[in-house]
């Protein structure tokens, strides 16, 4: 845990591999969900009613911000042409102070 917000924790996680969904699979199964998920974030109920109707009810109830907050602070690969190491860099800054600007 690097930071918190309320009953939200803001971690850094390092993955091994590029398995689909590594992050969020994990995180729900130790119990610490990434909010809005919908996929492993919501209980079986919100799941089926969110698949039936679009409905972000229960996840808008739970957090103001009706997003998925996994995000990248920078990705590395060789580039397809150079092969030079290449780096992209996100700007969290805009998303960390929407959160505290909610809670």
Known sequence: EIGK???YSLVE???FSGRTHQIRVHAAHMGCSVVGDKLYGLPNDGFIR??????DYLL???FPLHRQLLHAVEIRF???VTRKETVIRSDNEK???E?????
């Open 5 to 7: 917000m309320g009953d």
């Open 13 to 15: 996680v390092r993955p």
């Open 50 to 55: 969110w698949l039936n109707e679009g409905d």
């Open 60 to 62: 808008s109830q739970n």
């Open 78 to 80: 060789p580039h397809p």
């Open 95 to 97: 998303i960390l102070k």
């Open 99 to 103: 959160l505290k600007q909610s809670s």
